[in-house]
């Protein structure tokens, strides 16, 4: 559904449709953090020394944290979904009462509820007079809640698995053991969410980054900090090679800045005031305070500071695949997706106000036609804008955040793309659109991000001087179009499940000589293909050809090439395509402008 928000009657149905959807997707959640509530009772039944941590409801189900002598396994979450499904059956009321903050305190330290107590602990320090408590029959738990009226109305649920996880995410504090669950108002539902889970399993990007030989993770190098191995790394100077082009024929100038910065440059960037959490400590050199950067964006503002500008210096667009490094607790690190040290394909875009809309169409379409390129095809877009109601919260002037929000606008409707507006998401320095893809089976995953940022020119005195010969602060756009190189690269792995286009293969062709009288005429071919750019790779180890093909196969080369004596001799081609079983001949020139074609095309 397109959105146009000048238009009254356009505009009171997608709040009706937004409205509806928001509702349906509180009411699941609410069940969802019920089915957590129902989970713990059940286990406090199985195992009555339990002490209970949190319980959310999380995307796709729910999840409760628990300290118990028993070590929870797979083997034991049958015997805890009995015990629900029991508690279900019986159809058991949630209770909710209040309890002054004192006696709620105490209630719970008679419990032996030490993890909720020290919550309620925490609530009275910031001011909480009251809390509330929900039961059902014997279990009673401090839950802000809201939970559902009875326990008959949890949909269908599993529980799928058990993780380690730190009381409150600190390593400091005592492990306890995580049950997660998932849960959907029906049978169907779930079983659809099941199976696409099994595919999802096929493609996790580590084991099949593992197979393909594309990265690796060391405990020694540090957990978060993936190794790129040869093929991975050609995997991702070809992306970078690509984007790049791509972004100079735009119009953006690379620049490059270093991994580290001072406290100086940080706390003029407002870092260390409002992300320091997610920063590493500080390197002392010579009595001064160094960072690891978390974000290029401050250096990029002082490369434009180098020299005064003019209006017509503007718009000036800068991009670097600038690494960058973050605090994320351990229990949050996966794969590429979730890294502590990450390439970010970053821009910025500093223009007056008269050009804002056109480089937010110009960025938008850049960003469209990237991702196409890269295989995907389906988009959601979300715009965030201002809670409308709580208009103080932001800052920047009213009049410049409706012109970036009718600017956005504009630019999603341009690219021809439906968004949602999310009122109240908006981030207190500027309005933004982030778009999603859709990958092969279906997931959602957030991609690029187009930021108006009203924070850092104020802070960093950044102006140019107009017609009139005076100062003016311009608009700022952060564009991260990837996201990051490392994030991105895990989801295309998943997206292809690991058999990327010709264009993309990091070996494009496997020729496996029949036997040690071909390997001379093997390489001699890989100089012939490299001399076209096409990048191919020789399986001399003395291994029969059944084998040789097999294991090229499976690390889903695009095209295989087995050389015998007629091979060998000749100009034609016995080309084995990954896939297909039949094998098809042709001369040795149609194979190379047949990869040609497909690099060029980037099909």
């Known amino acids: 559904m397109g959105f146009i928000p000048d238009y009254g009657e356009q505009l009171r149905t997608v709040r009706i449709f937004m409205k509806e959807e928001k509702k349906q997707s509180s009411n699941i959640k609410v069940m969802r953090h019920s089915a957590s509530h129902v989970m713990a009772q059940a286990v406090k039944r199985l195992w009555p020394d339990t002490k209970l941590g949190v319980g959310p409801a999380i995307e796709n189900g729910f999840y409760h944290d628990l300290d118990l002598k028993h070590h929870i396994t797979l083997e034991d979450l049958p015997r805890i979904e009995k015990e629900m499904k029991k508690i279900i059956k019986e159809n058991q009321k949630f209770i909710r009462t ?29 001011g909480e007079k009251k809390v509330s408590f929900y039961q059902n029959r014997e279990f009673i738990n401090m839950c802000k809640g809201p939970h559902i009226k009875k326990a008959g109305e949890i949909g269908a649920f599993k529980l799928i698995r058990v993780a380690g996880a730190y009381w409150k995410g600190d390593a400091k504090n005592k492990m306890l053991q995580r049950v997660y669950g998932v849960a959907f108002p029906t049978q169907k539902e779930l079983e659809e969410y099941l199976k696409s889970q099994e595919e999802a399993e096929k493609r996790d990007h580590r084991k099949i980054g593992q197979t393909l030989e594309l990265f690796t993770m060391s405990d020694e190098v540090g957990q978060g900090l993936p190794l790129w191995l040869p093929k991975g790394a050609a995997l991702r100077q070809i992306m970078e090679d690509f984007i790049l082009k791509e972004y100079v024929k735009n119009g953006y100038e690379i ?120 295989g995907f095809k389906k988009f959601q877009v979300a715009l965030s804008v201002r809670d409308p109601k709580n208009k103080e919260k932001y800052m920047g002037k009213d009049k410049s955040w409706q012109y970036a929000e009718k600017a956005l606008v504009k630019g999603i409707e341009v690219v021809g793309w439906e968004y949602k507006r999310e009122e109240g998401e908006a981030v207190f320095y500027g309005p933004k659109t982030d778009v999603k893809v859709t990958d092969a089976i279906g997931r959602q995953w957030q991609i690029s991000t187009l930021q108006v940022d009203f924070n850092l020119p104020h802070r960093f005195g950044i102006t140019y001087i107009d017609k009139d010969s005076k100062k003016k602060e311009p608009f700022m756009l952060h564009r991260a179009l990837l996201g990051s190189i490392e994030r991105f690269t895990g989801v295309l792995i998943e997206h292809y499940a690991g058999a990327f286009p010709v264009w993309l293969s990091p070996v494009q062709v496997q020729i496996i000589p029949v036997g040690k009288g071909h390997i001379k005429a093997s390489y001699k071919l890989v100089k012939e293909l490299g001399e076209f750019d096409i990048r191919p790779e020789v399986d001399d180890l003395n291994e029969t050809v059944g084998y040789k093909i097999r294991k090229a196969e499976k690390l889903k080369i695009p095209y295989m090439l087995v050389i015998g004596d007629k091979e060998a001799k000749g100009k034609s081609l016995n ?29």
Request: charged share 35%; net charge positive; glycine share 6%.
């Open 98 to 126: 209040e309890k002054p903050i004192d006696e709620a305190i105490k209630f719970l330290g008679d419990k032996r509820q030490i993890y909720t107590q020290e919550l309620a602990k925490e609530l009275k320090v910031q």
């Open 255 to 374: 620049v490059r800045t270093p991994h580290i910065g001072s406290e100086k440059l940080f706390s003029i960037s407002g870092h260390l005031d409002f992300y320091k959490e997610g920063m590493y400590a500080p390197i002392e050199i010579e009595n001064e305070k160094y960072y690891l950067k978390p974000m290029n964006c401050p250096m990029h503002l002082m490369i434009y500071k180098n020299t005064p500008k003019s209006y017509r210096d503007l718009p000036i667009r800068y991009t670097e695949l600038g690494t960058v490094y973050r605090y994320e607790p351990s229990g949050t690190l996966h794969g590429l997706v979730r890294v502590r040290g990450f390439t970010q394909d970053d821009g910025h875009i500093i223009c007056r106000s008269d050009q804002l809309e056109k480089e937010i169409i110009r960025a938008l379409k850049l960003t469209k036609y990237i991702l196409t390129v890269f």
């Open 575 to 603: 080309v084995r395509i990954r896939g297909k079983e039949k094998i098809e001949k042709m001369t040795r020139k149609k194979f190379i402008e047949i990869i040609r074609k497909k690099v060029k095309e980037r099909r």
